[in-house]
């Protein structure tokens, strides 16, 4: 079974920064993409970034180079960088990952930008 926990959430300041991590476990787990999504309140989820198999990278073009998506595929972990943060990044952060078996959803770890 695929577990998927994200952590690094929290309360920042606007300009501030975060580091938001992805855990990903199960047994013979291949994982062919990590993504980064969040969803506001009220708001339909987005995507924040893609980190693919080949190291494609995709990021949402609310992104504008402030945030960096990176991977240890050795220790079955994935990150998101995020700087300069802004009000309206306040968001509950999810990850995902693209494995043999499916794609699975973590719980999400709420980001509030706020003084």
């Known amino acids: 079974q695929v577990q998927v926990v994200e952590s690094g959430g929290g309360l920042v300041q606007p300009g501030g920064s975060l580091r938001l991590s992805c855990a990903a476990s199960?047994?013979?787990?291949?994982?062919?993409?990590w993504g980064w999504y969040r969803q506001a309140p009220g708001k339909q989820r987005e995507l924040v970034a893609i980190?693919?198999?080949?190291?494609?990278?995709n990021y949402g073009d609310f992104v504008k180079g402030r945030f960096t998506i990176s991977r240890d595929i050795a220790n079955r972990m994935a990150y998101l960088q995020m700087n300069n943060l802004k009000p309206e990044d306040t968001a509950v952060y999810y990850c995902?990952?693209?494995?043999?078996?499916?794609?699975?959803w973590g719980q999400g770890t709420q980001v509030t930008v706020s003084e």
């Open positions: 995902k990952v693209n494995t043999h078996i499916g794609e699975k």
């Open positions: 199960g047994r013979s787990l291949a994982i062919y993409a």
């Open positions: 980190i693919g198999h080949g190291a494609t990278l």
